[in-house]
Nanobody
C-alpha cells in the first residue's frame, strides 16, 4: 500500500503561482511513477503531469507546458507540482497518484491522494 497526502492548494489570482506537494508513505516511493491529475467541476479527471520513478521520463498535458513543472525528491518521498502563470481554467481539485507501471499511471493508477483544491481568480 502507498498512502498519498497532498498539500499546497489554495486561492490565487491569475498570473500567480502555487506549489503542490504530495507526501508518500508505505512502500518504496522511489519505485513508483508519480503523477498529478486534476478535475474541474463538470469535467473528467485529466492527467496534468507525470514523472517516472527514475526521473528520466516526464509528461505534461499541452495546456500546462511551459507553466507547470513536476519534480520528485526520492529522499523525502515527495513529488511536487510547481504551477506558474496560473489561469482561471486551471481551477480544479488536484490529485496526486502513484503506480508501479507507467502506462497504468496515465489511466487508472493504483493509488490516489485525497485531492487539494486550487482556485484561480480572474
Amino acid at each position: 500500500q502507498v498512502q498519498l497526502v497532498e498539500s499546497g492548494g489554495g486561492l490565487v489570482q491569475a498570473g500567480g503561482s502555487l506549489r503542490l506537494s504530495c507526501a508518500a508513505s508505505g512502500r518504496t516511493f522511489s519505485r513508483y511513477h508519480m503523477g498529478w491529475f486534476r478535475q474541474a467541476p463538470g469535467k473528467e479527471r485529466e492527467l496534468v503531469a507525470s514523472k517516472s520513478w527514475s526521473g528520466f521520463s516526464t509528461y505534461y498535458t499541452d495546456s500546462v507546458k511551459d507553466r507547470f513543472t513536476i519534480s520528485r525528491d526520492n529522499a523525502k518521498n515527495t513529488v511536487y507540482l510547481q504551477m506558474n502563470s496560473l489561469k482561471p481554467e486551471d481551477t480544479a481539485v488536484y490529485y496526486c497518484a502513484a503506480d508501479s507501471k507507467w502506462e497504468r499511471l496515465t489511466k487508472t493508477p493504483d493509488y490516489w491522494g485525497q485531492g487539494t483544491q486550487v482556485t484561480v481568480s480572474s
